[in-house]
């Protein structure tokens, strides 16, 4: 893995998680349009992420037409907001999302591991890393 895929990989990780955390409470999502807001930008944040990785890690996280459909739900996020169908998000955010996880999880330990090996001996740490790489990181 190079460390460009590594840190693309991280960043997929990053945007997975917080849709992970939007996922954690079905009857929170129904009622708080805040929470529909932020699970529409974190599904293009995903897409954004996933797009930087190469067509076969996008396969692997994805599955085979994975990636089309969300590059399909990201168009429609960004173009005919108002349209958004509440069900299929979280579909999206509770099923794919979860999925995703799974498949992604072995290489982002790897990818972890790879940046940690590279930070070696640099006067850096792994958080200020992080934030120059990542950008923005969820607080938990």
């Not at 529909?36 to 037409?65: K, M, N, S, T």
């Not at 982002?108 to 992080?130: H, K």
Request: glycine letters at 6%; aromatic letters at 8%.
């Amino acid at each position: 893995m190079s460390p460009e895929d590594a840190e693309a990989i991280l960043a997929l990780q990053v945007e997975v998680n917080v849709a992970l955390q939007l996922a954690a409470d079905e009857a929170s999502y129904r009622q708080d349009w805040r929470i529909q807001y932020a699970a529409e930008r974190v599904l293009e944040r995903v897409f954004q992420a996933a797009q930087a990785l190469p067509e076969i890690r996008r396969e692997r996280y994805f599955g085979g037409d994975g990636f089309q459909a969300l590059r399909g739900m990201r168009n429609r996020l960004a173009h005919n907001y108002l349209a958004i169908d509440d069900d299929i998000l979280w579909e999206s955010l509770s099923v794919d999302i979860p999925q995703v996880h799974d498949r992604l999880h072995a290489d982002a330990a790897a990818a972890g591991m790879l940046i940690g090996e590279l930070m070696a001996g640099q006067d850096t740490d792994g958080e200020s890393w992080r934030r120059t790489h990542l950008g923005r990181i969820d607080p938990e």
